[in-house]
């Protein structure tokens, strides 16, 4: 079984930059991408970015320019720096994980809280 688990969540304030983790454990799994959701109060899940094997990305429009994605497919690791944070960032994030074939992530993290204040 594999599991994902985030780290690097907290609260700062807006302007701050911020670092998440994500590293996979458990049995040996090659997925074809990685990335995160976030989810916050009140609101649906949305994607934030995901990064293929390849290096592709994807960035949501609300995150472009601030966020960026990274890859260590060695060690199933994602990561994702987040500079420039907004109050309208606070939310929970969620790692994901998605395999060859799978139009929508099929593999979830936990969570990690992040708080932007104004």
């Known amino acids: 079984q594999v599991q994902l688990v985030e780290s690097g969540g907290g609260l700062v304030q807006a302007g701050d930059s911020l670092r998440l983790s994500c590293a996979a454990s458990g049995r040996t799994f090659s997925p074809y991408a990685m990335g995160w959701s976030r989810q916050a109060p009140g609101k649906q899940r949305e994607l934030v970015t995901e990064i293929t094997s390849g290096g592709g990305t994807t960035y949501a429009n609300s995150v472009k320019g601030r966020f960026t994605i990274s890859r260590d497919n060695a060690k199933n690791a994602v990561y994702l720096q987040m500079n420039s944070l907004k109050p309208e960032d606070t939310a929970v994030y969620y790692c994901?994980?998605?395999?060859?074939?799978?139009?929508?992530?099929?593999?979830w993290g936990q969570g990690t809280q992040v708080t932007v204040s104004s």
């Open positions: 994901a994980a998605r395999g060859y074939g799978d139009k929508e992530f099929t593999l």
